[in-house]
């Protein structure tokens, strides 16, 4: 009793029996460096460089916001003159490079929970410190780049895992491996996280020098210190996904939507049939033939066939002339009228004359002869509408019984065709004389037609958008801690969200992957499987020929033991180094060890095969190390591996009976 008892009565004294306990940290929080479309809690950028832990998609966006909106998807419309028009996109020209809500959006899909992020800029912001090339590694004229968001991440003790979505959009590879490198050795400073590496690419690139192999780069400029490569581990392909893209329908162009007059001349061409002139101008002779070798009674009988036939012949005329109107007013307003109207002007006028001297003059000719046959009441004026004089049916038409095909208005009809397809031509020619080249905007077709701007917006969707896969590999990292235990390794585990890898890689092809006979770097694949899917199919660190440390399991579980055995053990700091604090200590971990055993996060038949705990004068102190106030706890443990490959061996047995 440390009190000095001088004032009789009763006093109590409560005596600790049982060692603490140690809290287990979590293991699995990874913080997210990289470039939001915002950073707000209460006021503009207040959350730039300010390490933020969140749990959900919608926290995400609450104060990071979206993804940038894509302004270079290829949209080709094929056939639009016909009625089911053909529509191929394609991946952007000219991607956005920053990637951090996409890979959130797999994060979380694929298990993932609590996380950091780390906003090093808006992507507004990046734009206005280099437009060329907006993600950046280190601090430019104020602006900041993801190493210091890996600067300021270190001040933070909770997060486990390290990941830069953007960091595939830095300017080289140079770059690119610096900042992992710059993780590593923060991870090894401060024992308590882990680096999920991506390669620069996942297919070959230049790298300015010369055509290079990603796994062969990242080999080659991640250092090969085996203190450092011991945390981190590296994943390879990227992944196809099935996300949608965010696009700007302003600013996403339409190809084969833009004028198009030749094909504005075809339809002219087309439309006016020249056949059927023939089959109507046929049936009017054949009919003033009939009324002419008729008798009185029998002609009269046919004046109703006529005036059908001539109303026909008006209809006819009438669709021509609204059709060719329909089309010049389609050539000339298929673009910017400022621009087409200077060349279109004295064109479209020399065709609406022609429309004025010709169909307008015959249509309206045709209809007073309409009116006289209705007035008509004998043989003889009905042939006499028909055929007396100039200003007749057939003087109106200028119809040639012995030839149809050259009466004058079939002349006439035949030869506007070659004139609408002339004029329409020389009016593209003006036009692209002018040098436009606009296209159309998806947002300017939805009011013209919905159906196709729906048909575009539903190819779009069909597009994959590929990622980086390290943060899709934190969510399941995730996922494993909280189903089986950190000690399982996150490997043979299936995606959520994920068409393919994007790039296939065969059994052969894992083989230079998984082991590195020189360095020892490991690259873990990510396959598909038929049946089966795509999986995660390695487990190893960087450091994949060291036994200690060559799998991704022992070295997380590792940190979460220290870490918790370090958080537990700080209030023993400045106690008396004797043996209550010793056993006190010694029995706290044990304690906390056995639990794990039990777990079956630990290999032996029993506690002492699986782990042990010392601490204490001649066993792991000198009187010298008390002395000058060092208590050495010494842990060893035989955490469980994982089953890498399997061999099953057959052979022939004889029988016995």
Same mark, same amino acid.
């Given at each position: 009793m440390a009190t000095v008892l001088k004032t009789p009565g009763v006093y109590i004294e409560e005596i600790p029996k049982l060692p603490p306990s140690i809290a287990q940290v979590e293991t699995a929080i990874p913080a997210f460096i990289g470039y939001t479309e915002k950073a707000k809690k209460k006021i503009d950028d207040d959350l730039v460089m300010e390490p933020l832990r969140l749990s959900s998609l919608k926290e995400y966006q609450t104060y990071f916001g979206y993804s940038e909106k894509e302004t270079s998807i290829g949209v080709q419309v094929l056939n639009a003159d016909l009625p089911n028009e053909e529509v191929i996109v394609t991946q952007p020209s000219n991607p956005s490079p920053f990637k951090m809500y996409y890979n959130m959006q797999m994060y979380f899909a694929n298990g993932g929970g609590p996380c950091f992020i780390v906003s090093v800029g808006t992507y507004a912001s990046a734009r206005t410190n280099n437009s060329v090339a907006p993600v950046i590694l280190n601090e430019q004229a104020g602006f900041m780049g993801l190493n210091d968001g890996l600067n300021a991440i270190a001040l933070k003790d909770e997060p486990t895992l390290l990941v830069f979505p953007d960091a595939s959009a830095l300017t080289d590879d140079a770059e690119f491996y610096g900042l992992y490198n710059s993780a590593l050795t923060q991870c090894n400073k401060l024992q308590d996280r882990f680096t999920l590496l991506d390669t620069y690419s996942d297919k070959e690139y230049n790298n300015g020098v010369a055509d290079v192999d990603p796994v062969e780069e990242i080999r080659s400029n991640i250092s090969p210190e085996k203190d450092m490569l011991k945390y981190g581990a590296t994943y390879y392909p990227y992944l196809e996904t099935t996300l949608d893209y965010a696009y700007s329908e302003g600013e996403t162009e339409v190809n084969g939507l833009n004028i198009s007059l030749s094909a504005t001349a075809q339809k002219v061409v087309d439309g006016i049939d020249l056949l059927e002139l023939e089959t109507l101008l046929t049936a009017i002779v054949d009919t003033k033939l009939e009324i002419e070798a008729a008798s009185e009674s029998d002609a009269l009988l046919s004046k109703n066939t006529i005036i059908n036939q001539v109303n026909a012949l008006i209809g006819y005329l009438e669709s021509n002339k609204n059709s060719i109107n329909n089309l010049i007013e389609e050539a000339t307003e298929s673009e910017e009228p400022t621009l087409v109207e200077p060349a279109a002007t004295s064109l479209v006028a020399n065709m609406t004359t022609w429309m004025d001297a010709n169909l307008e003059q015959i249509?309206?000719?045709?209809?007073?002869?309409?009116?006289? *046959?209705n007035q008509d009441d004998t043989k003889a004026k009905l042939v006499g509408t028909l055929t007396t004089n100039a200003t007749n049916i057939y003087g109106v038409l200028g119809i040639n019984e012995g030839t149809i095909t050259d009466s004058t208005i079939h002349d006439s009809l035949e030869a506007q065709k070659t004139t609408a397809t002339n004029e329409l031509f020389d009016l593209k020619a003006a036009?692209?004389? *002018?040098?436009?080249?606009?296209?159309?905007?998806?947002?300017?077709?939805?009011?013209?037609?919905?159906?196709?701007?729906?048909?575009?917006?539903?190819?779009?969707?069909? *597009?994959n958008v590929t990622l980086t896969p390290s943060s899709t590999i934190a969510g399941i990292y995730a996922r494993v801690d909280g189903s089986r235990g950190v000690w399982k390794a996150p490997a043979n585990v299936g995606f959520n969200y994920v068409v393919k890898p994007s790039v296939f890689v065969s059994h052969e092809d894992q083989m230079g992957l998984n082991v590195d006979t020189l360095a020892g770097k490991s690259i873990n694949a990510i396959r598909s499987f038929t049946g089966r899917g795509t999986v995660v199919w390695g487990a190893r660190t960087l450091a994949g020929n060291d036994n200690e440390w060559r799998y991704v399991s022992v070295r997380r579980f590792f940190n979460m033991v220290e870490q918790s055995c370090k958080n537990a053990t700080e209030p023993f700091v400045f106690e008396p180094n004797d043996a209550n604090t010793w056993l006190k200590v010694q029995t706290m971990i044990e304690n906390y060890l056995t639990n794990l055993w039990r777990e079956g996060a630990l290999q032996g038949e029993k506690p002492e095969h699986a782990f042990y705990v010392a601490v204490g004068l001649g066993k792991t102190m000198s009187a010298l190390d008390i002395l000058e106030g060092r208590m050495i706890v010494e842990i060893g443990m035989a955490v469980v591996r994982p089953a890498e490959f399997i061999i099953l061996e057959f052979s022939h047995k004889l029988a016995e009976s």
């Open positions: 249509i309206a000719d045709l209809y007073g002869k309409l009116y006289k *046959l036009i692209d004389a *002018l040098g436009i080249t606009t296209l159309p905007k998806l947002s300017d077709i939805k009011a013209t037609n919905n159906a196709l701007y729906n048909q575009i917006k539903s190819e779009i969707s069909r *597009l």
